[in-house]
C-alpha cells in the first residue's frame, strides 16, 4: 500500500454514530488493535449524527485518548448514508472503510479486506455470512437487497461494510445529495469492485434504528436514486 492523501495516513475509517453509545469505547479498542497489527497508520472518522443519546460526549474522551480519532459533530439527523458521505469529505487516507458502529461488523476483517484487493480495484464489499436477522427484519432486508441488485449489481450479501479507494471516494463526492446511498453508487459508478465473505454477529447491544417499514421506505427511496444517479453516470459518459 502507498503512502495516503496526508502524510502517514493509510486508512480512514468512517463510523456514522446513532444509538450506538455503549459499543464506542470496544469499537474504538478492536479498532485500534487490529490496524495496529496490520502496521498500518490510520485515522477513525466517528461521525455523530446528532444521536439523542450524547454520543459527540464520548467521541471527544476519545480524541483526547487518541489522536488518531477525529470527531464530527452534526447539528441535526442527517441518516447513515448521508452521516458517512460527510464522514468521507474529511477522510485523507488512500483507502477509507465505511462500516457500521454496532459491532456486528468485525473490525478485524478489515485488514484481510485490505489483501484481498488486486491492482485496478476501486471498491472492496464485505458480503455478509452468519445468521444475525431475525425473520421479521430478514424479510424486509431482502426485499431492500433485491432492489439494489436490480439497480446496480451489488451482491445482496453485501452490507454497509465497505471499502473505498480514493478516486471513487472522490467521485462519490461529486454527487452532494441529501440523501445518498453509497453502496449503490459503488455499484453505478462502473468502477472495479470485488467481494470478500465475512461473518457478521448479532447485535451485542440494543437494536437497530431501523424498523422494518422503515426499511421498506428506504427501498423506495434508493429505487428512486438509483434510477436517477444511473441516468447521470450515463449521461457523463456520453459526454
Known amino acids: 500500500m502507498t503512502a495516503g492523501r496526508e502524510a502517514g495516513v493509510q486508512v480512514s475509517v468512517v463510523l456514522p454514530i446513532y444509538q450506538n453509545r455503549a459499543t464506542l469505547e470496544e469499537l474504538h479498542r478492536r479498532l485500534s ?3 495496529t497489527a496490520a502496521s498500518f497508520s490510520y485515522e477513525l472518522v466517528f461521525v455523530d449524527d446528532a444521536c439523542p443519546e450524547n454520543s459527540g460526549e464520548a467521541i471527544e474522551v476519545l480524541a483526547a485518548r487518541d489522536p488518531r480519532v477525529r470527531g464530527l459533530h452534526l447539528t ?6 448521508r452521516a458517512a458521505w460527510l464522514g468521507l469529505s474529511t477522510a ?3 483507502w477509507s472503510i465505511v462500516m457500521d458502529a454496532d459491532l456486528q461488523d468485525p473490525p478485524e476483517a478489515i485488514p484481510a479486506l485490505l489483501a484481498a484487493a488486486p491492482s485496478g480495484v476501486d471498491a472492496i464489499l464485505a458480503v455478509r455470512r452468519g445468521r444475525y436477522e431475525g425473520p421479521v427484519r430478514l424479510l424486509s432486508s431482502r426485499v431492500f437487497k433485491f432492489v439494489r441488485e436490480r439497480l446496480s449489481g451489488i451482491p445482496r450479501d453485501a452490507g454497509m461494510f465497505v471499502a473505498l479507494r480514493r478516486p471513487l471516494v472522490q467521485e462519490i463526492l461529486r454527487h452532494d445529495v441529501p440523501r445518498p446511498f453509497l453502496t449503490t453508487m459503488v455499484g453505478i459508478s462502473g468502477r472495479r469492485f470485488i467481494t470478500v465473505p465475512v461473518e457478521r454477529a448479532r447485535r451485542p447491544q440494543g ?4 424498523s422494518s417499514a422503515e426499511r421498506l421506505t428506504t427501498a423506495v ?5 438509483g434510477l436517477r444517479y444511473r441516468h447521470r453516470a450515463r449521461r ?3 459526454e
Request: cysteine-free.
Open 33 to 35: 488493535a487490529a490496524l
Open 76 to 81: 441535526r439527523n442527517v441518516g447513515q448514508h
Open 92 to 94: 485523507r487516507g488512500e
Open 207 to 210: 437494536r437497530s434504528a431501523y
Open 221 to 225: 427511496r434508493e429505487l428512486a436514486f
Open 236 to 238: 457523463r459518459s456520453a
